[in-house]
Nanobody, 121 residues
Framework: QVQLVESGGGLVQAGGSLRLSCAASGRTFSSMGWFRQAPGKEREFVAAISWSGGVTYYADSVKGRFTISRDHAKNTLYLQMNSLKPEDTAVYYC????????????????WGRGTQVTVSS
């Protein structure tokens, strides 16, 4: 059974940092990604990474502040978030896909339940 479990969310002041983790079990995936959904808004793309880690994509809003990475030995995906802003407040979801990394959430067939990130001003 495939499972994705996010962790690492919390409350942080603006300018602070958090590292999210997504532990995968049941199989390995060609690509993985992070999405987020703020209250009253649709889920949006944050970052994606290929199997090798050689290909990464970022939303313009997080480029230069967030870094996506993965550890195959632990079958875990990470999102290092620095210089956090109040507008980064959202539930962050981990997604997994058997295909090439993409910004489209419809390409991700597996999802975790999310972890809340709250950035105070």
């Amino acid at each position: 059974q495939v499972q994705l479990v996010e962790s690492g969310g919390g409350l942080v002041q603006a300018g602070g940092s958090l590292r999210l983790s997504c532990a995968a079990s049941g199989r390995t995936f060609s690509s993985m990604g992070w999405f987020r959904q703020a209250p009253g808004k649709e889920r949006e793309f944050v970052a994606a990474i290929s199997w090798s880690g050689g290909v990464t994509y970022y939303a313009d809003s997080v480029k230069g502040r967030f870094t996506i990475s993965r550890d195959h030995a632990k079958n875990t995906l990470y999102l290092q978030m620095n210089s956090l802003k109040p507008e980064d407040t959202a539930v962050y979801y981990c997604g997994a896909s058997p295909n090439f990394p993409t910004r489209s959430e419809y390409e991700y067939g597996y999802w975790g339940r999310g972890t809340q990130v709250t950035v105070s001003s």
